[in-house]
């Protein structure tokens, strides 16, 4: 069976079924309670790599402080998902996951955060890219974890993505 995700615009997947866990809609995810926020969802793209991925629809200028606040929501869910994952595998908290997601070795997976912004212009994601680094950086340090940042054009043909809607 195959799954497809809608959101800010874009049409994610469709991709197998067990390779993917909608994190914001587990219900084990929400009864931690308020406070957590979540990335859209989890996706094994291939054996030994996982997806933190986020979509948005738009970003705001680096210049001003909106960007600084974008930056620290996203990051925030990335850091979160993260953690609820690594609680779930080390038996601390339930979670729905396929058996397809919980396969590799944690050593040997590569951790990925994905973010992919709708209508964004190429050259504008560099900036995004770079404060999510920056504020990711202990994070990026001691799980190895990388950050990608995708418009709906790149994350087409990175295969990410099926449909969107043009702006």
Not at 15 to 37: M, Q, R, V, W
Not at 75 to 84: C, D, G, P
Request: proline share 4%; glycine share 6%; hydrophobic share 40%.
């Amino acid at each position: 069976m195959m799954v497809s995700v809608k959101e800010s615009g874009m049409v994610f997947g469709p991709y197998p079924k067990n390779s993917i866990f909608e994190i914001e809609h587990s219900d084990e995810y929400i009864a931690l309670g308020d406070g957590l926020k979540a990335v859209e969802f989890i996706y094994r793209p291939k054996k030994n790599s996982l997806f933190f991925v986020e979509a948005k629809s738009s970003s705001p200028r680096p210049e001003t402080l909106d960007f600084d606040e974008y930056i620290k929501d996203i990051s925030e869910k990335f850091v979160n998902s993260f953690n609820y994952w690594m609680s779930v595998r080390a038996g601390r908290r339930e979670g729905d996951f396929s058996n397809a997601l919980l396969k590799d070795e944690i050593a040997d997976q590569r951790y990925v955060f994905v973010l992919v912004i709708n209508g964004h212009e190429i050259s504008w994601l560099p900036p995004v890219m770079e404060g999510l680094k920056r504020k990711l950086r202990a994070e990026i340090k001691i799980w190895n974890q990388e950050v990608v940042v995708y418009n709906d054009t790149l994350a087409l043909e990175k295969g990410l993505i099926s449909e969107r809607e043009r702006r």
